[in-house]
């Protein structure tokens, strides 16, 4: 019985046990899911509180943009997203789609002023910018044609499959500052040459900081980097005066296929090597002191090129500036003599002045290693050395002239002299020559078949060379070096000039159109640059810059 009623008892307790534990677990699973309801509910309503915050911010982020563009708009807003085309053309003038035009029309952009952009790289990393003025509105629809100094700003390197950017309409300050920094050296070598990047910037209607600017002169080419600008970092160069300072380049370039003008100084002599068909250039400067002297014709200017090998020569250029590379087409004074070479720059030519002088090395023959130096010497000496020789020759008066040699010779000794003379003594019977040779020299004597000149015999082949094989020059005529020399210097349409009204290294072309102009002695540019209209600084009346001299002398009474 007593067991019967503890077996009854110990499962009453188990079941009892076992209810609880169940119940305790319950209890536990109904906490867990609250708590992961509470979880989850607090995910969802972060959640919704992020996405309601990047809502907000967003917002807050296009109206910020919205605010910014129309400051930078002054009012305008405009942005498109076009695919980048290149165009042949000068300056950074894009062309946009018709669409562009009649959205711009609309919002009043044209009243406004000149219409700037600033255009954007997408999808790309360096997030390339820079500004643009535009051309015309005749792209095709989804397209902006870039020209040159566009492109290779946004695109240094090569660019992508599709180059897509973004055009945006901003207002930008007149600019009133800028430094440049030309990547080449001799870009300050060009005769003014600020006139010269002011002409290049008349094709321009922006600057941004960090583009780099191309500055052609002539067949020379900058690359002018810009490093500051003011009053903003991107400035309108329209209608405006800029005050531009140029820096040197940081380092010499490793490697140009460009000349360069290395500085020579009076009497410290430079070394170099030329190689066969290249040219070497220097340069010097006639200060006012010097050309003192000079014009004063006790002092002269020698140029002098030295080398020592044999079997090697190299010619002698120089030219005056604004011809800042002799050529052996166009130079002004040159020297084809065998071996070492001087020229002599003195005050009885009038092609020599103050200024600032190139002189080339041209390698005809070989790799010549050479010394060249420019010096000027006192030639008051030998002048008084040639009075008193001329003063004595005209106290022997009793002289009678040599049948052989045709000198005067004292009648005294003139039997002793004829007799060596025509023993050891030949006069060339070449027309017009009449040098007197030694027996021995007689066979190294030679003249040229075409001009008549006097050379040793080593010397005609180079003669026939350089002077009378037919040269062609780029405009088509055929001529040899002496006339070559003066058609490209006078008569040559394609002879590069500088302008006289903006200064820049431009092809002569064709005689002016209108009549004053080609009495005026104006070429082709010379006749449409010297159109544009400038205000007189005396009466601030708009004149055309090539009547501005007329002007002057009716209106104002000026000489």
Same mark, same amino acid.
């Given at each position: 019985?007593?067991?019967?009623?503890?077996?009854?008892?110990?499962?009453?307790?188990?079941?009892?046990?076992?209810?609880?534990?169940?119940?305790?677990?319950?209890?536990?699973?109904?906490?867990?899911?609250?708590?992961?309801?509470?979880?989850?509910?607090?995910?969802?309503?972060?959640?919704?509180?992020?996405?309601?915050?990047?809502?907000?911010?967003?917002?807050?982020?296009?109206?910020?943009?919205?605010?910014?563009?129309?400051?930078?708009?002054?009012?305008?807003?405009?942005?498109?997203?076009?695919?980048?085309?290149?165009?042949?053309?000068?300056?950074?003038?894009?062309?946009?789609?018709?669409?562009?035009?009649?959205?711009?029309?609309?919002?009043?952009?044209?009243?406004?002023?000149?219409?700037?952009?600033?255009?954007?790289?997408?999808?790309?990393?360096?997030?390339?910018?820079?500004?643009?003025?535009?051309?015309?509105?005749?792209?095709?629809?989804?397209?902006?044609?870039?020209?040159?100094?566009?492109?290779?700003?946004?695109?240094?390197?090569?660019?992508?499959?599709?180059?897509?950017?973004?055009?945006?309409?901003?207002?930008?300050?007149?600019?009133?500052?800028?430094?440049?920094?030309?990547?080449?050296?001799?870009?300050? %070598?060009?005769?003014?040459?600020?006139?010269? $990047?002011?002409?290049?910037? @008349?094709?321009?209607?922006?600057? /941004?900081? #960090? =583009? &780099?600017?191309?500055?052609?002169?002539?067949?020379?080419?900058?690359?002018?980097?810009?490093?500051?600008?003011?009053?903003?970092?991107?400035?309108?160069?329209?209608?405006?005066?800029?005050?531009?300072?140029?820096?040197?380049?940081?380092?010499?370039?490793?490697?140009?296929?460009?000349?360069?003008?290395?500085?020579?100084?009076?009497?410290?002599?430079?070394?170099?090597?030329?190689?066969?068909?290249?040219?070497?250039?220097?340069?010097?400067?006639?200060?006012?002191?010097?050309?003192?002297?000079?014009?004063?014709?006790?002092?002269?200017?020698?140029?002098?090129?030295?080398?020592?090998?044999?079997?090697?020569?190299? %010619?002698?250029?120089?030219?005056?500036?604004? $011809?800042?590379?002799?050529? @052996?087409?166009?130079?002004?004074? /040159?020297? #084809? =003599? &065998?071996?070492?070479?001087?020229?002599?720059?003195?005050?009885?030519?009038?092609?020599?002045?103050?200024?600032?002088?190139?002189?080339?090395?041209?390698?005809?023959?070989?790799?010549?290693?050479?010394?060249?130096?420019?010096?000027?010497?006192?030639?008051?000496?030998?002048?008084?050395?040639?009075?008193?020789?001329?003063?004595?020759?005209?106290?022997?008066?009793?002289?009678?002239?040599?049948?052989?040699?045709?000198?005067?010779?004292?009648?005294?000794?003139?039997?002793?002299?004829?007799?060596?003379?025509?023993?050891?003594?030949?006069?060339?019977?070449?027309?017009?020559?009449?040098?007197?040779?030694?027996?021995?020299?007689?066979?190294?004597?030679?003249?040229?078949?075409?001009?008549?000149?006097?050379?040793?015999?080593?010397?005609?082949?180079?003669?026939?060379?350089?002077?009378?094989?037919?040269?062609?020059?780029?405009?088509?005529?055929?001529?040899?070096?002496?006339?070559?020399?003066?058609?490209?210097?006078?008569?040559?349409?394609?002879?590069?000039?500088?302008?006289?009204?903006?200064?820049?290294?431009?092809?002569?072309?064709?005689?002016?159109?209108?009549?004053?102009?080609?009495?005026?002695?104006?070429?082709?540019?010379?006749?449409?640059?010297?159109?544009?209209?400038?205000?007189?600084?005396?009466?601030?009346?708009?004149?055309?810059?090539?009547?501005?001299?007329?002007?002057?002398?009716?209106?104002?009474?000026?000489?």
């Amino acid at each position: 019985m007593d067991f019967e009623l503890r077996r009854a008892r110990e499962k009453l307790e188990k079941e009892q046990k076992e209810r609880k534990e169940k119940a305790r677990l319950k209890l536990e699973r109904e906490r867990k899911a609250k708590q992961e309801a509470l979880r989850q509910r607090e995910a969802i309503e972060a959640a919704q509180r992020s996405r309601r915050i990047d809502a907000m911010e967003a917002e807050i982020k296009v109206n910020q943009q919205m605010e910014e563009n129309l400051l930078a708009g002054r009012g305008i807003m405009f942005h498109r997203v076009l695919e980048a085309v290149p165009y042949h053309g000068n300056g950074d003038k894009i062309k946009l789609p018709p669409s562009c035009f009649t959205e711009l029309s609309e919002q009043g952009a044209f009243d406004k002023g000149p219409l700037h952009f600033q255009l954007s790289l997408m999808h790309q990393e360096d997030n390339k910018t820079t500004h643009a003025g535009v051309l015309e509105f005749t792209a095709e629809e989804g397209f902006v044609g870039l020209p040159p100094h566009i492109w290779s700003n946004l695109f240094p390197t090569n660019p992508p499959n599709t180059s897509m950017i973004e055009a945006r309409y901003v207002w930008l300050p007149k600019g009133t500052y800028a430094k440049l920094q030309p990547d080449e050296f001799g870009f300050s %070598d060009i005769p003014n040459h600020k006139a010269v $990047l002011e002409t290049s910037l @008349r094709q321009h209607a922006t600057l /941004s900081q #960090h =583009d &780099v600017l191309t500055v052609n002169h002539g067949v020379l080419s900058y690359h002018l980097r810009v490093l500051e600008l003011k009053p903003s970092s991107s400035v309108s160069v329209l209608e405006t005066d800029i005050e531009v300072d140029i820096v040197g380049p940081d380092s010499a370039p490793s490697s140009t296929n460009q000349h360069v003008l290395r500085p020579l100084l009076f009497g410290k002599p430079e070394s170099g090597t030329v190689e066969e068909g290249d040219y070497i250039y220097y340069k010097f400067s006639i200060d006012n002191d010097t050309w003192g002297r000079v014009s004063s014709g006790d002092w002269e200017i020698e140029v002098k090129m030295e080398s020592e090998a044999q079997d090697v020569d190299t %010619d002698l250029y120089i030219s005056r500036h604004p $011809l800042l590379f002799p050529t @052996r087409h166009q130079h002004g004074w /040159s020297s #084809h =003599d &065998v071996g070492s070479k001087a020229l002599v720059l003195s005050s009885k030519d009038q092609s020599v002045g103050p200024g600032t002088y190139s002189i080339g090395l041209y390698g005809f023959k070989g790799t010549t290693k050479y010394q060249v130096s420019v010096t000027i010497h006192d030639n008051s000496n030998s002048k008084v050395g040639q009075q008193v020789a001329s003063s004595s020759s005209v106290m022997e008066v009793d002289t009678v002239e040599c049948s052989n040699c045709k000198h005067y010779i004292p009648s005294r000794t003139i039997a002793l002299h004829e007799a060596y003379c025509r023993r050891h003594n030949v006069t060339c019977k070449h027309a017009g020559c009449g040098v007197v040779l030694r027996n021995e020299e007689v066979k190294n004597h030679v003249h040229c078949d075409k001009c008549g000149q006097a050379f040793q015999k080593g010397e005609i082949e180079k003669h026939m060379k350089v002077f009378h094989e037919p040269l062609q020059c780029p405009c088509g005529i055929v001529l040899e070096k002496e006339q070559m020399v003066q058609h490209q210097s006078t008569d040559c349409p394609l002879r590069l000039i500088t302008c006289r009204f903006c200064g820049d290294m431009v092809q002569a072309g064709t005689s002016a159109s209108d009549v004053r102009d080609r009495l005026r002695g104006l070429s082709e540019h010379e006749s449409l640059c010297g159109s544009r209209t400038a205000p007189c600084d005396s009466c601030g009346r708009a004149v055309m810059l090539k009547e501005m001299d007329i002007h002057q002398i009716a209106v104002h009474q000026k000489n």
